[in-house]
């Protein structure tokens, strides 16, 4: 049995060929992090850059220009503190605030980090030929998901067909 079933089904499937790229590209990184001994998850690296250009944020700093949630960025910075790449304080004046930032052994391995991300840079032009058309395609459903929610058009669809 030789088929893609989700490749059959086309943009039905659309969310689940995306996240299947996601899955292979994430467990191919965690695959070489592990092979060059780099103690490091492959969905960390955006907050490395945004603490490498930033030097300290809160939570919602680091969770609002990725577009992440605030319990997923507090879940990917405690993993990150735990294996000692990021230091947490309490803001000075708003205590209920986290302060973030690198530590000396993230800013160590900042270097091979940015060799590793480099090199993954130039397999993913590689792979899409050095067409960045699906950026803009990207763009663009990005920018109508914010316009109007996912949630918002299928149910509007569903109400159209009942």
Not at 63 to 70: D, Q, R, V
């Amino acid at each position: 049995m030789d088929q893609d079933f989700i490749k059959e089904l086309g943009y039905k499937a659309f969310d689940s060929r995306l996240k299947r790229i996601s899955d292979r590209m994430s467990h191919d990184v965690r695959k070489f992090y592990k092979e060059q001994n780099i103690d490091v998850e492959p969905n960390w690296y955006l907050v490395f850059m945004l603490l490498q250009k930033n030097t300290e944020m809160s939570i919602v700093d680091i969770a609002e220009p990725l577009g992440y949630s605030h319990p997923s960025v507090v879940a990917i910075v405690k993993k990150m503190a735990d294996k000692n790449y990021l230091q947490i304080k309490k803001d000075s004046i708003d205590k209920r605030k986290q302060l973030v930032s690198l530590t000396k052994k993230a800013l160590e391995m900042l270097p091979q980090l940015e060799q590793v991300w480099d090199s993954c840079e130039k397999a993913i032009l590689q792979v899409l030929s050095d067409d960045l058309g699906i950026l803009t395609y990207l763009d663009q459903i990005d920018s109508r998901l914010k316009n109007e929610s996912f949630h918002d058009r299928f149910k509007k669809q569903y109400l159209k067909n009942k």
